[in-house]
């Protein structure tokens, strides 16, 4: 009985973890009226054009760290 509470605390835990985070990173990148990744011109507050551009951006942003830059 423990080890499922157990499991679902550490769920929930990684599930706000990594939420937080989102949070963090998008306060930390400023839309400035154009897609972060393609530089199209999108909304006021939005920082990506589409789905797929903030996809990328992200595998682009992980590539970067990985690689230590
Ligand atoms: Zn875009």
């Given at each position: 009985m423990s080890d499922h509470a157990d499991l679902s605390d550490n769920n929930i835990e990684t599930f706000i973890t990594s939420a937080i985070a989102n949070a963090r990173r998008d306060v930390l990148l400023q839309s400035d009226?154009?897609?972060?990744?393609?530089?199209e011109p999108v909304a006021?507050?939005?920082?990506?054009?589409s789905k797929e551009c903030r996809d990328d951006y992200d595998k682009e942003q992980r590539a970067l760290k990985i690689a230590g830059k």
């Open positions: 009226g154009h897609c972060m990744f393609c530089d006021v507050g939005r920082l990506f054009c």
